[in-house]
Structures are given as structure tokens and as C-alpha cells.
């Protein structure tokens, strides 16, 4: 059994290691040690840590992330590029009307767009995330429902009654958050009953707003969810790859990136 893991147990280079696993795949300790200006044996040592957390798997002469079939523990994704979570929350959420109506589904960036929208006034909101669920109560303005089914570790809500809940709803916003977005703009996730859920938000959704930060780029769970040219509008941090773009193009998917993104 995993243990679980807080955000002490992480520096930020340990953070940045996790972030350029996920975006690049396999990392030599040589690679690593130049982009971190540190020692190859102080890289040797981080990896080591990462292995033993079950984040990172190691292979000779570097590493690559644990699991393409398995997501990051929650409490780091927690705390992985939190800074551009917020920044595309709050672009999402000022894109949200008062006295709308809108599913959100399981994710951090997603908990992030739930802690913008606090602010808001007459929201109905559904959600299979007790974690948003939690961050959205306390507003007297705000009808918030919640889906049956079962509950995650990570405070999700996933199964055939969540499913079939969600499909009684026709709501003006579904806001989703997603695990990887291939070169051709499929996206990507780890658990299918994760999402059939958000494939029921897609569904059941006038308009649906993707939003996901750079490192979910290029980045490959096995699960497919959808293509870009479902939803209507992308929030992210900076530019996508090329081959993205052309995908949003294509689909006329409003792309929005935030203030402080820099091009690749």
C-alpha cells in the first residue's frame, strides 16, 4: 500500500522533476542534472527519493514517470504548477455568468475554477466532487448537488449511478479538467469510469470548458475521454504544441491562455 503523502514531503525541485517526467517521459540523470543546474549525484539522489513515493520508476541512466495507466498521488497534484491552476481558474471563472447553471467535474484544476467562482451569485451547481462540493456550500447564493456513487480516495464520485445522475441534468457550463492531451488533440485520462462521467458532462452540457495547464500536453494516460473539437472553449498557460492548435482551429475551439504564459 502507497503512503500517503502531504506537501512537506516535497521541495521544488522535486516538483520540477515530476512536472518534466510528465511532459518529456523518460529523463537521463545527465538531462536532469542540466536543467536543475545541481550535481548528477544530488539528481541520483532526488530520483531515488521519487522512486521510493512511487512517483517516478527508474531505468538505467534515468528515469520516467511511474505509471501511464496510473495518475500522481492527489495530494501532489496538489501541488504541481498550483500557480498556473490558479491563473487558468480565474479565467474560467470569469468566463462563468452569474445565475448559471453547471457541472464540474473531478480534478484539481477544476477545485481551483470552484475556489474563483466563490465570489459569484446564484449558481446551480453539480458536481461528483465532494472536494468542490465542500469549497462551494458555504455560499447561501449557491444550490449545490451532489452525484451519487462511489467515492474515490481522492474525494471523486464515479460509477453507473453517478453516470446516470449526471444524464437527468441539461446545464448551461460543464467545466472538465483532463489528464493528457495528445499531439492530435485526443484527450486522455487514467480511470474509464472517471471518464464516462465526463463524457456524460460533455453530453448534457450547452457549453463545455476544458481546463488544464501545460504539462498535460504530449502527456499519455490510455484512457480516451474525447477530441479538443468537443468543447467549445481550452483554458491553459501557455501556447499549445502546434499540432494542438491546429487541432483547436479546426474544431473552433475558443483558445484562452493566461497573462503570464510564455511560447515554447
Not at 27 to 46: A, F, P, W
Not at 132 to 143: I, P, Q, R
Not at 209 to 219: P, R, Y
Amino acid at each position: 500500500m502507497k503512503n500517503r503523502i502531504s506537501q512537506a514531503d516535497f521541495n521544488p525541485r522535486h516538483l520540477r522533476i515530476i512536472e518534466l517526467a510528465k511532459h518529456n517521459g523518460f529523463l537521463s540523470t545527465e538531462e536532469l542534472s542540466g536543467l536543475l543546474e545541481v550535481t548528477v549525484q544530488t539528481v541520483r539522489r532526488d530520483i531515488n527519493e521519487l522512486c521510493k513515493k512511487h512517483l517516478l520508476r527508474r531505468y538505467h541512466g534515468g528515469a520516467v514517470l511511474a505509471s501511464s495507466t496510473e495518475n500522481v498521488d492527489y495530494s501532489t497534484r496538489q501541488v504541481l504548477n498550483h500557480e498556473a491552476k490558479i491563473s487558468i481558474a480565474k479565467m474560467a471563472a470569469d468566463f462563468i455568468p452569474d445565475n448559471a447553471s453547471l457541472f464540474i467535474n473531478i480534478g484539481t484544476t477544476t477545485e481551483e475554477v470552484a475556489k474563483a467562482l466563490r465570489g459569484h451569485k446564484k449558481l446551480r451547481v453539480i458536481t461528483n466532487n465532494l472536494n468542490v462540493a465542500g469549497l462551494l456550500c458555504d455560499n447561501a447564493e449557491f444550490e449545490v448537488i451532489v452525484a451519487g456513487g462511489v467515492v474515490r480516495g481522492d474525494r471523486g464520485v464515479i460509477g453507473e449511478s453517478t453516470i446516470d445522475f449526471v444524464r437527468q441534468f441539461k446545464v448551461d457550463y460543464g467545466i472538465i479538467g483532463i489528464s493528457g492531451i495528445d499531439e492530435d488533440g485526443t484527450l486522455l485520462d487514467f480511470d474509464y469510469r472517471e471518464v464516462r462521467v465526463a463524457q456524460a458532462i460533455i453530453e448534457n452540457a450547452r457549453h463545455v470548458l476544458l481546463v488544464a495547464d501545460h504539462t498535460k500536453f504530449g502527456c499519455n494516460p490510455m484512457v480516451r475521454l474525447g477530441h479538443l473539437s468537443e468543447i467549445d472553449a481550452f483554458f491553459t498557460n501557455r501556447q499549445p504544441p502546434e499540432s494542438v492548435r491546429e487541432a483547436l482551429d479546426k474544431g473552433k475551439v475558443a483558445l484562452h491562455v493566461s497573462d503570464d504564459a510564455r511560447d515554447e
